[in-house]
């Protein structure tokens, strides 16, 4: 079975630049969540969508951070414009919503920003 | 979401059982522990979850104390890919509301299995 698919692998941008970062989840899984991982900060959450609805956004750096899932398949994280501190592995992970659903995780984006 | 406390490292011999202790004496009735880990450059594998008995699926055990202040995760028969770093965390039971069931990653405990 696919697990959740996140693209690019690899993004090295610019300062100033948009970037969109991609994922689809596992097939089934209503509930999706955007995570960020820095040698600093660790492990840490930054949206959580139920229904393709976001529920929880309260960590989310900034106003340059966004979140949509347009549908049950698909989700964007876009940052306008990136700044080098923004710079992290960008981690999507999927679940059933329900008592003790484990999430999911894909294999991240590697955002680099110049 | 209850604190847990994790050693920072561990060594394990290759084809030993690894036995990797997580303290959360703080834990709520309607949480669950649950373990994952992370290979480097991948993203985070969920291993394994309990909530008071003790589990076991393909990949490896968890046991839970009787008062649930503290489990162990046992990898029965380690291999150097069991190399990483494991994740013991601490997570409400039901969905819906600001208790979703939020994964808070702590610092975990680096493993590794040596030949």
């Known amino acids: 079975d696919a697990g959740v698919i996140q693209s690019p692998r690899h993004e090295v941008t610019e300062m100033g630049q948009e970037v969109t970062l991609r994922c689809k989840p596992i097939s089934g899984h209503n509930s999706l969540f955007w995570y960020r991982q820095t040698m600093m900060r660790g492990l840490e959450l930054l949206i959580y969508?139920?229904?393709?609805?976001?529920?929880?956004d309260s960590g989310m750096p900034e106003d340059r951070f966004s979140a949509k899932m347009p549908n049950a398949s698909f989700s964007t994280l876009k940052i306008q414009p990136s700044e080098p501190r923004d710079s992290a592995v960008y981690f999507c992970?999927?679940?059933?919503?329900?008592?003790?659903?484990?999430?999911?995780f894909g294999d991240g984006t590697r955002l680099s920003i110049l | 979401d209850a604190k847990t406390t994790q050693p920072t490292s561990m060594d394990c011999a290759e084809g030993r059982a690894a036995n990797l202790p997580c303290n959360h004496s703080?834990?709520?009735?309607?949480?669950?522990v649950y373990w994952y880990r992370q290979i480097h450059s991948q993203g985070p594998q969920y291993i394994i979850h309990?909530?008071?008995n003790n589990e076991t699926n393909e990949m490896a055990s968890l046991i839970i104390t009787e008062d649930r202040k503290s489990s162990t995760l046992i990898l029965p028969h380690a291999t150097l890919r069991d190399t990483a770093v494991y994740y013991c965390?601490?997570?409400?039971?039901?969905?819906?509301?600001?208790?979703?069931?939020?994964?808070?990653f702590g610092q975990g405990t680096i493993l590794t299995v040596h030949p």
């Open positions: 965390i601490v997570r409400v039971a039901q969905a819906g509301g600001t208790s979703y069931g939020k994964l808070t």
């Open positions: 703080t834990i709520s009735g309607n949480e669950y």
């Open positions: 969508f139920n229904n393709n609805v976001p529920i929880d």
């Open positions: 992970a999927s679940s059933f919503t329900g008592s003790g659903q484990p999430q999911h």
């Open positions: 309990g909530l008071k």
